[in-house]
């Protein structure tokens, strides 16, 4: 988060550089955001940090 309290998106260096078919992240204090890149005012999920280590654990 940022010093305004809005998140600070990212999307992951393997994203590539067209951009279409990206989920962006943004760290939040005990959470992690997520939504479609398309659609940065559509819906978005946020899970526990915790389990998104455990995800990333599964996918990486």
Same mark, same amino acid.
């Given at each position: 988060m940022n010093t305004n309290g809005e998140l600070d998106w990212? $999307?992951?260096?393997?994203?590539?550089?067209e951009? #279409?078919?990206c989920v962006e992240v943004a760290h939040a204090p005990g959470a992690v955001h997520v939504r479609d890149s $398309?659609? @940065? #005012?559509?819906?978005?999920?946020? !899970? @526990?940090?915790s389990a998104w280590v455990d995800f990333l654990g599964? !996918? !990486?």
């Open positions: 990212f $999307k992951s260096s393997y994203s590539g550089s951009g #279409d078919s $398309k659609q @940065a #005012d559509g819906p978005r999920f946020e !899970v @526990a940090s599964l !996918v !990486v």
